[in-house]
């Protein structure tokens, strides 16, 4: 796709998912529209090997746009960055189409993996403020990852996470159910055992009192 091609779909793009955009020039001041730009030419060197340059491109406009996509990345079409300040995609990330983030977003490694150790985001995912998207594991279509989250497994597709670490709190809009997750009033085997034992005395000592020995 040309350049115009780009802006076209860009302003389309931003004018879908922000109700604050008012004229199209306006585009341009999206800091998004500036790094996945930026992206796309780094990208491409990045794949011809041109690592030094790819790298310069991106670290230069994470310093001017507060986004910071490595070239080695694989981004899909309509990605929107909305305010994007702290925004981190790490280098083995695979982002799908139509997918939107908010600023304080990180997709990246928990520091345990190696090789592809970013996650993989399906087609038409949101992922709200500051939330942080931690291993290699895929992000199902269609879901919606909320603010402040921290994920560290497998979404399926359709679904709403929230919380630290994120749980399915919703799947095709219907609500999960969160008794079979309460931690409170587990079951305690030992303490069973132990109250089992006291009435098998109770009832011992009182043979034991009928004796009259
Ligand atoms: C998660 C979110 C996308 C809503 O998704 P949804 O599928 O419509 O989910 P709901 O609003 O029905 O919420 C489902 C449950 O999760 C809870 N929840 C929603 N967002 C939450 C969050 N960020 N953290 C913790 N719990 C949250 C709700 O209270 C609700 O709990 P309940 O079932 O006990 O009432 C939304 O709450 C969110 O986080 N939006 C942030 C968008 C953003 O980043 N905006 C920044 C603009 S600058």
Redesign the pocket.
Known sequence: MGMIGYIREEIEIIRERDPAIKTPLEVFLYPSFKAILKYRIAHKLYMRQHYFLARWISQRTARKTGIEIHPGATIGRGLFI??GHGVIIGETAVVGNNVTL??GVTLGGNGKEKGKRHPTIGDNV?I????KVLGSFKIGENS??????VVLSEVPPNS????VPGRV??RD?V?VP?ADMEQINLPDPVLNDIQQLKKEIEILKEKIGGLNV
């Open positions: 909305d305010h908010f600023q949101m709200s403020a500051g939330a919606k990852i909320g603010a402040g989250s709403t996470v929230v919380g709190v919703k809009n609500r969160q």
